[in-house]
């Protein structure tokens, strides 16, 4: 039968059709976006964060259950017109999903991530339940009016509504509710899963499974007799009574989906490994023969390169040596672990979540030997503690002179030597050299013995030591009350100081090489060196006179870039000696310990495990950007606080005590002389920058 609409009432069709369309399509499009970014960041940490996300999850949960009820639409009968019923329930189900998306909070904690072969498994499982979907919502399309358009263009049509047949195509001659069976599939069958993203699976599966039951309910009330037929003759979600390759299909997908949920986060190591990490202090990344330096003599550290891997672009998140050594310990930024000045300790609970407290609880024999530098250890805190800094000379057991690299390798060897056999064990060795004695004249303090291996050598003159860098610092830097050119001045400031002090800085790199030669050769009288683990690790860089400076603390290249070796047994022969250029950060040495020791990581690391990117066959996605703070160190004219975050193209930095912001664009200014912030041309590019450092800000907590 034809009716004539009027005007208004068309416009109410369109617009209520607009609306359906927009809200509900776009805010399925939008939750599917697994990438998406975490739109309204609320700074929470990651238990408050998943508690909230469950609360969201709820709250669509009982939005879209309540209106798909029968009873529900009945109600909402006397309100609006009946054409509009389905196009309403859209409508309102797409606001609640956007708003579950907008403020929901992504926890970038690993669950776990696939590899090799198990990872093209699991993307081919995804790209399969997606097609399953679509070719599911083509199906259904003459039963089904997901968006509840049909009466309403009827209604413009001055049509009357007609009845909706119950039509079986597709998927659905195999299952009852394909497209929930394909969603289903799709919260599961991932190459990599987070926090946030296993239980947004959890919840959301067990949601669509009750729901499903409950709206096997209406679909009976609706149809009836011809739906009971169709209950007897067709399983539901999963299509065990279906043809032969659909059962097959299935069968794989399952499978695919099952698999992750246990499978191993990617370089937990199945055997335990013994673990043995190497701290130097104030040794930047190009202080080593491996990475091409000439002058310095280090060929025990060289060795581990060649039978390891070399990260060529790592970096600290904080240089300087008591935060960056909280973070070793704990796998997290400053703004998380709180170590922001000399003399603050580790609490206990915060302790128990640090790769020592782990291991030793997976029950390893834990060892400490030399530089702590984060408080007073706690002797309780190891089965083995040796804790000392400071000096390069120290007095023996019988008086005699002891130098502080001797006895780190003395320390080390005894607790090898003194360690239950029948135990796993993590040892930490943090060498104080080449670190300067600061109150001493003459600033480095390296033994006898050393000497005859720099006769005759030269050590050339600073990577940027051109007047140009120290004149593109900022004021407040290039100033001479600043701490860095105040020790400058201590041991750079002719050409005569700096080829001494650089040469006696090399020579204490050499006696910790040695000393570290003499570990590696008790691990092998063991016979443990084969299933041991050893990392090296610069807890910062160093200006060795470039810019004007001396030090560490501002991030420039020479400050925050470091060493990083990793001789890890599991690592294949012909892979040996490899190079990498990922960001590998101080991060990502506690839970790349754990792992190793085949334990899980705990949820308050911020790092990621490295062994994937050396070990699996294809490399893991992995970080293109970093966050860099610094607290301020006595006052603002010593030793500023600055922040910023690091790209490979890009470098933001502020410094917020004195509203000073620098931008520079790496690939064409990679010794970051040319501050480009402030300039109108790059206005654009320091906005991005600046509001990922507002992200980064609330993201490190």
């Given at each position: ?48 964060a ?64 696939l ?34 358009l ?22 659905y ?50 149809f ?77 550290i ?22 960056s ?33 782990l ?52 320390d ?5 030597q ?26 480095y ?172 066959a ?14 301020t ?12 975050v ?56």
């Open positions: 039968m034809e009716m004539t609409v009027n005007g208004r009432a068309a416009t109410a069709d369109r617009l209520m059709m607009a609306l359906a369309v927009v809200l509900g399509a776009g805010s399925v499009g939008l939750f599917a976006w697994d990438a998406r970014p975490t739109f309204v960041p609320l700074g929470w940490p990651p238990r408050a998943l508690a909230w996300d469950a609360f969201l999850s709820l709250v669509f949960f009982v939005q879209h259950s309540s209106m798909v009820r029968r009873s529900f639409r009945a109600r909402l009968a006397g309100v609006l017109p009946a054409r509009y019923d389905g196009a309403f329930y859209a409508i309102c189900s797409g606001l609640t999903l956007a708003l579950v998306v907008v403020l929901w909070q992504r926890v970038d904690i690993p669950v776990f991530r590899e090799g072969m198990a990872r093209w498994i699991a993307t081919a499982g995804s790209l399969i339940a997606a097609a399953l979907l679509l070719y599911s919502g083509y199906a259904v399309r003459r039963t089904l009016d997901l968006l509840g049909r009466p309403i263009r009827a209604h413009l049509r001055g049509q009357s509504p007609r009845s909706t047949p119950f039509f079986v195509d597709g998927p001659r195999w299952v009852r509710h394909p497209l929930y069976a394909c969603i289903l599939a799709l919260f599961w069958i991932r190459p990599e899963m987070m926090a946030d993203g296993l239980l947004l699976s959890i919840l959301w599966s067990g949601w669509m499974v009750v729901g499903t039951v409950l709206e096997e309910r209406d679909l009976v009330a609706d009836g007799d011809v739906y009971r037929r169709y209950q007897q003759q067709v399983p539901m979600l999963v299509p065990w009574r279906g043809p032969v390759n659909m059962r097959v299909v299935t069968a794989i997908l399952l499978m695919v989906s099952a698999g992750p949920s246990s499978a191993q986060t990617p370089g937990r190591s199945p055997q335990p490994l013994n673990i043995v990490l190497l701290i130097l202090d104030d040794v930047r990344w190009d202080a080593l023969g491996a990475a091409g330096n000439g002058s310095v003599r280090t060929p025990r060289d060795e581990l390169a060649r039978e390891g891997v070399r990260f060529e672009q790592a970096r600290v998140t904080t240089a300087i040596c008591m935060v050594r909280a973070s070793l310990l704990t796998g997290q930024y400053m703004s998380r672990h709180g170590i922001t000045e000399f003399g603050r300790a580790i609490a206990p609970e915060a302790f128990s979540q640090t790769y020592p407290a291991l030793r609880r997976a029950g390893y024999w834990t060892g400490y030997a030399g530089k702590y530098g984060i408080g007073q250890p706690r002797q309780s805190d190891f089965d083995f503690l040796r804790a000392y800094e400071g000096t390069h000379w120290m007095s023996g057991p019988g008086g005699e002179r002891v130098h502080v690299t001797e006895k780190n390798a003395r080390a060897i005894e607790f090898l003194a360690r239950p056999k029948d135990r796993h064990f993590a040892l930490t060795v943090g060498f104080f050299a080449p670190h300067a004695e600061d109150n001493a004249p003459e600033q303090l390296p033994q006898d013995w050393s000497a005859k291996l720099y006769e005759g050598v030269t050590i050339p003159p600073p990577l940027r030591g051109d007047p140009r860098y120290m004149a593109a610092l900022p004021p407040f830097l290039s100033n001479e009350a600043n701490e860095g050119r105040v020790r400058y001045h201590w041991r750079f400031d002719t050409p005569e100081r700096y080829q001494a002090y650089m040469t006696r800085y090399y020579r204490l790199i050499t006696e910790v090489d040695e000393a570290i030669g003499r570990i590696v050769g008790e691990l092998r009288a063991q016979g443990v060196y084969d299933t041991t683990l050893i990392a090296l690790i610069g807890d910062n860089g160093y200006f060795q006179a470039d810019r004007g400076l001396a030090d560490k603390w501002y991030p420039y290249e020479e400050s925050i870039r470091v060493p990083l070796v990793v001789r890890d047994p599991r690592l294949a022969t012909a892979r040996r000696g490899m190079t990498l250029d990922q960001f590998a950060l101080n991060l990502d040495v506690a839970p790349t310990l754990v792992a190793a020791a085949g334990v899980a990581a705990p949820g308050v690391m911020q790092g990621r495990d490295l062994s994937p990117l050396y070990l699996s294809r490399a893991p996605d992995w970080r293109d950007e970093f966050f860099y703070e610094h607290p160190v006595t006052n603002r004219n010593r030793i500023p606080s600055s922040q910023g690091v790209r490979r193209d890009w470098k933001y930095i502020e410094w917020p005590e004195f509203g000073f912001r620098q931008l520079f664009d790496l690939r064409s200014d990679p010794g970051e002389l040319r501050n480009l912030a402030a300039q109108p041309s790059y206005a654009g590019q320091e906005l991005r920058m600046r509001q990922q450092l507002e992200a980064w800000r609330v993201r490190a907590r």
